[in-house]
Nanobody
Framework: QVHLVESGGGLVQPGGSLRLSCAAS????????MGWYRQAPGKQRELVGS???????NYADSVNGRFTISRDNAKNTVYLQMNNLKPEDTAVYYC?????????WGQGTQVTVSS
């Protein structure tokens, strides 16, 4: 069983920054990918970005250059640093961990960008 716990969401003004964290525990395959998805009201869940245990990253075009993913493999923890936030970044952000055909999700954390 794998469990993901997220933290760090909240309300921020446009142009501000937030950092999300996600800690994974349980029976985790060493070679994996961790990352973040988000879902805004009335929209489908979309990939924000991900990082493999080897360090390769992938970002959505909409966040590239503003958001940065990092991870601590020893702690099975992934971070999402979000800078220059925009109102359209408002969504529930979900942590994701996967390998082969296994996919695990966090409970989600709300990020609201508003003045």
């Amino acid at each position: 069983q794998v469990h993901l716990v997220e933290s760090g969401g909240g309300l921020v003004q446009p142009g501000g920054s937030l950092r999300l964290s996600c800690a994974a525990s349980g029976n985790i395959f060493r070679r994996n990918a961790m990352g973040w998805y988000r879902q805004a009201p009335g929209k489908q869940r979309e990939l924000v970005g991900s990082m493999t245990s080897g360090g390769s990253t992938n970002y959505a075009d909409s966040v590239n250059g503003r958001f940065t993913i990092s991870r601590d493999n020893a702690k099975n923890t992934v971070y999402l640093q979000m800078n220059n936030l925009k109102p359209e970044d408002t969504a529930v952000y979900y942590c994701w961990l996967g390998w082969a055909t296994s996919n695990y999700w966090g409970q989600g954390t709300q990020v609201t960008v508003s003045s």
